[in-house]
């Protein structure tokens, strides 16, 4: 779900969408996709975002190997679904053989008289834009990936500790690297960016009025929460980890 702006089509959220995979009467793959749940997922998500629509689909591969017979006959399908030839197919590599997500999009160039037996996938240009909180999943997906073993299905993210010393030592090097630029102004070493100079005065008025005291208990109070809801997850996390490992070993003495 999306939007398109001239050229560009701007990709904002993923829609689960079940589908199940079998064997034809040739001996080829075949998908049933559940068109009920599609359409639903598309209501309730359009209610909260009306100018969003069907931009493309997408699909995950370990191998590489994006362009398949089933996954062109579920580009058919959406194309279809939405009236629109220039519907986009994203193909996510899960693999993550890579330090980054491999992503690669394409789209269906041949003639429409032809297209039914025959497709032309053509690449389009992919760029991934996340925010602060996305990065941090991302990053652990990727270091898990180097230390886990095959048989680990979930990668651990920094204790909230962890992350706060991280922020907290982040932090420090960017003022430390301010203060130093505005030295060097202030002394004559280097010449000002008036851009730059603007960018850190409206940084620093954002930044609220406290003394120690004030700032001292909401940073204890915003400590105590963040503790509270690290312990919430972590107590989450083991009864799913329980729950799985049972499953297994009840799938195994059958």
């Known amino acids: 779900m999306g939007k398109r702006v001239g050229r560009y089509v701007e990709v904002h959220a993923m829609l689960p969408v079940p589908v199940q995979l079998s064997q034809g009467p040739e001996g080829r793959e075949e998908a049933a996709i559940g068109t009920a749940q599609l359409d639903t997922f598309i209501?309730?998500?359009?209610?909260?975002?009306?100018a969003e629509e069907i931009v493309?689909?997408?699909?995950?591969?370990?191998?590489?190997?994006?362009?398949?017979?089933?996954?062109?006959?579920?580009?058919e399908f959406f194309v279809d679904r939405a009236s629109?030839?220039?519907?986009?197919?994203?193909?996510?590599?899960?693999?993550?053989?890579?330090?980054?997500?491999?992503?690669?999009?394409?789209?269906?160039?041949s003639n429409?008289?032809?297209?039914?037996?025959?497709?032309?996938?053509?690449?389009?240009?992919?760029?991934?834009?996340?925010?602060?909180?996305?990065?941090?999943?991302?990053?652990?997906?990727?270091?898990?990936?180097?230390?886990?073993?095959?048989?680990?299905?979930?990668?651990?993210?920094?204790?909230?500790?962890?992350?706060?010393?991280?922020?907290?030592?982040?932090?420090?090097?960017?003022?430390?690297?301010?203060?130093?630029?505005?030295?060097?102004?202030?002394?004559?070493?280097?010449?000002?960016?008036?851009?730059?100079?603007?960018?850190m005065a409206d940084a620093c008025s954002a930044v609220p009025h406290l003394d120690a005291s004030e700032f001292g208990d909401m940073f204890n109070a915003g400590l105590h929460d963040m503790l509270m809801v690290s312990y919430l997850s972590s107590l989450t996390q083991t009864h799913v980890s329980l729950a799985e490992r049972i499953g297994r070993s009840v799938q195994a003495s059958k």
């Open 112 to 199: 429409p008289i032809v297209s039914a037996v025959l497709m032309d996938f053509t690449s389009l240009d992919v760029r991934i834009v996340v925010d602060e909180a996305s990065r941090v999943g991302l990053d652990a997906m990727l270091r898990g990936k180097e230390t886990l073993t095959e048989t680990e299905a979930v990668t651990s993210l920094s204790s909230s500790l962890e992350a706060l010393e991280t922020s907290m030592v982040k932090l420090k090097d960017m003022l430390s690297s301010c203060i130093g630029y505005v030295e060097a102004v202030s002394s004559g070493q280097r010449a000002g960016d008036a851009a730059l100079g603007r960018a």
């Open 56 to 75: 493309g689909w997408c699909s995950t591969c370990s191998d590489g190997k994006a362009l398949t017979d089933v996954n062109a006959g579920l580009h």
């Open 43 to 50: 209501e309730l998500h359009q209610r909260v975002f009306p």
């Open 84 to 109: 629109n030839p220039d519907m986009v197919f994203l193909s996510v590599d899960t693999a993550l053989q890579q330090a980054h997500i491999q992503c690669d999009a394409f789209i269906n160039r």
